[in-house]
């Protein structure tokens, strides 16, 4: 039950840009510090799983976000295999 004198408010599709900022963050950063590539990779894909599987609005930002995570995540396993393989 909403409280007397507070707005309703909807979601926005902020989390889902910065998914996006973040995996392309991950690409950028992931030849030199793949590590950190995976890492974000991952958490992005995490939020973008439980934003898809919730329902959220913003549908189309969340499953670019999601794409582009898990290219950055692949990217990151592939730049530690070429480093330490």
Known sequence: ?????????EPTNTGAI???VASVAGLVVS?????LSI?????????GVRALR????D???WT???ALAVVCVA??????VVVFG
């Open 31 to 35: 030849l030199v510090i793949a590590p």
């Open 54 to 57: 919730t329902g959220h609005p």
């Open 59 to 61: 549908r189309v930002w």
């Open 18 to 20: 910065a998914g996006i």
């Open 1 to 9: 039950m909403q409280q007397p004198g507070t707005q309703r408010t």
């Open 75 to 80: 990217v990151g396993v592939a730049a530690t």
């Open 64 to 66: 670019v976000a999601l």
């Open 39 to 47: 890492v974000m990779g991952l958490v992005v894909v995490g939020f």
